[in-house]
């Protein structure tokens, strides 16, 4: 079971990224997914996640702004980002099946 995040980069702040989550050797469509984030000198934090009935939950510092998503046939998990400020940039993480995917930098410049 492999997953890869990808759709990282540099923006600028107000701006947006849309985040994917691949995986291989899982249907994510049968797992609840979730998205992490960790900054430099701090711990890796839960942003948001999706059940396999897309309920969804979010961090309070992220709520308004990003959302999850699911696309069952493509396999996938999204986490489209929105008015992006400094204190998102991290490496995020997406979680499933006990597994954690490779991570994507995001930097949000001032």
């Known amino acids: 079971v492999q997953l890869q995040a990808s759709g990282g980069g540099l923006v600028q702040a107000g701006g947006s990224l849309g985040l994917s989550c691949a995986a291989s050797g899982i249907i994510l469509g049968l797992f609840d997914v979730a998205w992490y984030r960790q900054a430099p000198g701090k711990e890796r934090e839960l942003v948001a996640d999706?059940?396999?009935?897309?309920?969804?939950n979010y961090a309070d510092s992220v709520k308004g702004r990003f959302t999850i998503s699911r696309d069952n046939n493509k396999n996938l998990v999204y986490l489209q980002m929105n008015s992006l400020k400094p204190e998102d940039t991290a490496v995020y993480y997406c979680?499933?099946?006990?597994?954690w995917g490779q991570g994507t930098l995001v930097t949000v410049s001032s």
């Open positions: 999706i059940t396999i009935g897309e309920s969804t």
């Open positions: 979680r499933s099946f006990g597994v």
